[in-house]
């Protein structure tokens, strides 16, 4: 009830503002939109597990899958130094507001000019930050509060935690088991393969990450009259004298999504440079980048995705005989999550998003399905009734149940083995090149 008051409220608080103010102020807006692509707070989007967890009667969990992308980190030395340099453009709002020329509100442009910087964000240093601690550290957290029964007292042998190399991969992980809460539990070394990692596969690097083609719809995206409306709207809202270039835009964007902070609900005062529609439009070109970088737009992406299914499929196997895991949990990218997702055909759209025309009613959005900490998970539990014995599984998306997979989210073990048998075979050498 709570949540319908405060959505109404929200409405109410829109529909106001954009009827008494000529211009949109950010600062004071009831309902800022916050879905950045790949860039999202998790925090954002994400279910609880604590309130959607499916229980049946008689079933009791005793195996957890799940696979991780990394929480949300600090950008690269090249998006940082671009996002440092478009910071000087706030020194001339002020002045682009004097002369009448700038559509801000006088108080965003003041939030703008007062905005402390933080050092951190422009050293390159791609680690995991604070926010996205804090992501991962709840994940786990919840986890174990919802499962404390197979997760209270983990012992050797009774868990995997393996994450990819790099720091904030790695500090994802130690997050996470931080969450459960017993600090006996070791993490796998950091290992660069295939089931984690596309960073040492030459035939992704060349064939998808690396080939021009895969950006085409986003190219012709960026020359569609309804990106270049939107690239002059940010211009004339600005006021600037400089010709905002496509690289200015991004760095902008930049910085609007990763100075956005979930932890104590803080907008960015960077995302006041742009309204609702123009951020819709910068997510449409950063999903189809996406859907033909890791999802349904290459068919490449699809044989990736079953390399961890086919271990999903072979460890509940081993649980269900009473020789597996109680949790496997794999750290890695949010490629490997969109991957995954366009393995199990989940949330694909009838046609092939395009640069063309923005789909607004699309099921492929990278905000909700690959955000920061974006995961997917499937439980095995043992159902016990009637002196007789059965399994079922529940596969959940940033933790909620995922309900196009099975009949109400719940697969009997026939049919999720049945569903997953095509991935038995998979071979791991996808990555040589032909």
């Known amino acids: 009830m709570i949540f319908k008051l405060n959505l109404v409220n929200c409405l109410l608080s829109c529909i106001f503002f954009s009827s008494v103010n000529s211009s949109f102020c950010f600062w004071n807006t009831g309902c800022p939109y916050k879905h950045f692509a790949n860039k999202t707070p998790y925090n954002s989007v994400r279910g609880d597990i604590r309130d959607s967890v499916i229980n049946v009667k008689g079933c009791e969990p005793i195996s957890v899958w799940a696979l991780y992308g990394h929480g949300k980190r600090y950008p690269n030395n090249y998006y940082a130094q671009k996002m440092e340099d478009a910071v000087i453009i706030r020194n001339y709002l002020q002045e682009s507001q004097d002369r009448g020329n700038c559509s801000l509100c006088a108080q965003d442009v003041e939030n703008l000019i007062n905005w402390p910087t933080d050092k951190k964000l422009f050293k390159g240093l791609n680690e995991l930050s604070d926010e996205g601690y804090q992501e991962m550290l709840g994940l786990g957290r919840r986890l174990r509060k919802v499962f404390p029964n197979l997760l209270g007292d983990l012992q050797e042998g009774e868990y995997t935690f393996k994450p990819t190399t790099g720091d904030k991969i790695e500090d994802s992980a130690r997050a996470f088991v931080e969450g459960i809460g017993n600090t006996r539990l070791d993490l796998d070394k950091a290992k660069q393969d295939v089931m984690t990692s596309l960073a040492t596969c030459e035939k992704y690097q060349k064939e998808v990450k690396a080939n021009s083609k895969t950006y085409e719809e986003a190219a012709k995206y960026q020359r569609s009259s309804e990106y270049l409306v939107t690239k002059d709207r940010i211009q004339r809202r600005t006021g600037l004298d400089i010709v905002l270039t496509e690289e200015n835009v991004t760095a902008l964007y930049d910085l609007c999504r990763y100075t956005w902070s979930e932890i104590g609900n803080k907008p960015s005062p960077w995302c006041a440079l742009f309204t609702s529609e123009d951020l819709q439009v910068l997510e449409y070109l950063e999903d189809l980048k996406?859907?033909?970088?890791s999802g349904y737009g290459t068919p490449l992406n699809k044989i990736f995705g079953h390399i961890p299914l086919k271990d999903l499929l072979k460890g509940f196997?081993?649980?269900?005989?009473?020789?597996?895991?109680?949790?496997?949990?794999?750290?890695?990218?949010?490629t490997a999550v969109d991957m995954t997702i366009t393995a199990l055909g989940i949330f694909k759209d009838e046609k092939p998003l395009t640069g063309e025309?923005?789909?607004?009613?699309?099921?492929?959005?990278?905000?909700?399905?690959?955000?920061?900490?974006?995961?997917?998970?499937?439980?095995?539990?043992?159902?016990?009734?009637?002196?007789?014995?059965?399994?079922?599984?529940?596969?959940?998306?940033?933790e909620e149940p995922i309900k196009t997979i099975c009949n109400e989210a719940i697969c009997p073990w026939t049919e999720f083995e049945e569903k997953m048998q095509q991935y038995r075979d998979t071979k791991i050498d996808v990555c040589v090149l032909d």
């Not at 196997?317 to 949010?334: P, R, V």
Request: charged share 30%; aromatic share 14%; proline share 0%.
């Open 357 to 398: 025309k923005r789909n607004r009613n699309r099921k492929w959005r990278s905000s909700k399905l690959s955000s920061f900490s974006a995961n997917i998970m499937a439980v095995l539990s043992k159902c016990d009734k009637d002196e007789t014995t059965d399994y079922n599984v529940v596969f959940y998306l940033n």
């Open 317 to 334: 196997q081993e649980a269900k005989d009473g020789t597996g895991k109680k949790i496997t949990a794999y750290f890695s990218h949010g």
């Open 290 to 293: 996406h859907y033909y970088r």
